[in-house]
């Protein structure tokens, strides 16, 4: 009892206890009255077995009242299995770990995002449970198929599976007319001088800033176009690539109008197929993917896959796209049903197979959001199209959406990639 008398006489000097207060506690002490708390025995390092030794072999003999708070693992059990009624602390609910922290970091940015990435994957893991059985699980985790985009050694990629054109040759720049209907009477029609020159004007007066003012554009399809041409050019130029906007739109045009005319032939054939196999609440098809998203794509993510002469806008495959939002026996139907479905459309049969199977069961996204994405090819009369498919269940996809969980995603990936 020593060190209790110590540390009593010590606060009573330092002035922090004063003379009532210390007569007062002696006095407890001898009357057995004295509750003593000893906070925190695993944070007492090399002192840690003294000072269990004083409260388990000296204050508990004496018949004195003492609480002793630690880590489970900051402490031999063993040693309180008499003498002591052992509780542990409820966990803290996710609602009081929140207050805790942002007690601490007063509202900071980074644990606002972090807080509600962990709550949209726990949810979503939550209801992935609910939604399917323990065997429908393991099918969807282990489902997979041969990769066609890459050559059956594994070695590299296979150069056949790039777009090509109705004869059979694979896409070039057009050097020609436009063949397109985009570019011919659509939106691309409408890139003329004067909007050209806004883009450019827009990209100058942002001045190698970070960040690029598009408010001038208008809301409709032009206006959105030229917004993407914009940022895209401001993009190359942060790259120390000069070039104007007139030159870069030229380039698109020669470069995407062959893929937007197979892809504007394709188009009612992949409706029709899809139309037949899924039923046209649950499927929809989206617009073709517009000409700079392909060339941005092209240039970002194939320049380098194939040393040859092909335009690396051929590596595109996802020109034609659609989503599927569907149940669990719908999710069945496509891994059991899709690949090698036929029909007919105009008389000739089209044939859908998978080329790419990318699983998002496993291993899951950041957000545990669960999803299929397929790359497909439809093909009918020697002709290929290639198109791109998404496949939901509609309980997953809402919670993605209400969740907001793109825009927590989209947080981490910009500072991760700032930093």
Known sequence: CNLLFKYMHAEHNEKTLSEPEFKMLKQSFYARRLLVFVDGVDEAADHKEVVE?????????????????????????????????????RPLTVLQQEKIVKTQLKDNIF???????????????????????????????????????????????????????????????????????????????????????????????????ENLDTTSFDSDDK???????????????????????????????????????????????????????????EIMIGPIKDPVRIHEKAEDDYLERFNDDIIPEANVLDVLRAKLET?????????EKMDGFEVMYKEQVARIKIVQCKSRFNPTDPTHFRFYLFKLVIVRGGLRYYAELQVHHRALLLHDKESNSHYHYEFFRRELTRN
């Open 223 to 281: 206006g959105i176009l030229s917004r993407k041409l914009a940022l895209l050019l401001h993009k190359r130029r942060k790259k120390n690539l000069d070039m104007r906007a007139c030159d870069l739109w030229n380039k698109i045009q020669k470069r995407t109008d062959q893929i937007l005319k197979i892809s504007e032939d394709g188009y009612p054939i992949f409706e029709h197929v899809l139309f037949e196999l899924f039923s046209k609440k």
């Open 327 to 335: 149940d669990r026996k719908g999710i069945f139907f496509v891994l």
């Open 111 to 209: 644990y606002k995002h972090l807080i509600a990435f962990s709550q949209i994957r726990e949810t979503h893991d939550d209801l992935y449970r609910q939604l399917f059985t323990s065997q429908e699980r393991t099918k969807f985790e282990t489902f997979s198929k041969p990769n066609r985009l890459e050559l059956p050694d594994g070695s590299g990629w296979e150069p056949g599976t790039r777009q090509q054109t109705n004869e059979g040759a694979f896409i070039r720049e057009q050097c020609g007319d436009w063949i397109s209907k985009y570019h011919t009477e659509g939106v691309g029609s409408l890139m003329n001088d004067d909007t050209l020159k806004l883009v450019e004007d827009v990209v100058n007066n942002a001045d190698g800033s």
């Open 53 to 89: 030794d004083f409260c388990v072999n000296g204050l508990v003999p004496l018949g004195q009242r003492v609480v002793i708070t630690s880590r489970p693992e900051g402490i031999l059990l063993r040693n309180y299995k008499h003498n002591f009624v052992i509780m542990d602390l």
